[in-house]
């Protein structure tokens, strides 16, 4: 689009003349939706090299919630083997006290 910089219009109603207000109104509008997608691009930028690491993966958060949910299943396993040996000592001692 081009804008005519000289104080004259060839009509009241081109869109291009600097004294049309909705012109102008626009224009400003476009400008201040360029500088807020240009800050998301920024801020989605930090984002991703945060969730990523940037330039060491190891401190991404990807990798640290990966390291949590390994963390849990690792200690999901040993409650499970606990409750097991609880049990069966229990059952051992039923047995021996009632069964012998």
């Excluded at 104080?7 to 004294?19: H, K, L, R, V």
């Amino acid at each position: 689009m081009s804008i005519r910089k000289s104080g004259s219009c060839s009509s009241p109603d081109d869109p291009n003349c600097p004294e049309n207000p909705e012109a102008c109104d626009a224009r400003s509008t476009l400008i201040q939706v360029q500088g807020q997608l240009e800050r998301m691009a920024l801020d989605l930028a930090l984002i991703r090299d945060v969730l990523l690491g940037g330039n060491s993966p190891e401190k991404g958060m990807y990798v640290r919630f990966d390291r949590l949910e390994q963390s849990h299943k690792r200690s999901a396993k040993l409650i499970w083997l606990l409750v097991g040996i609880v049990i069966t000592g229990l059952g051992a001692v039923i047995q021996g006290k009632f069964f012998n």
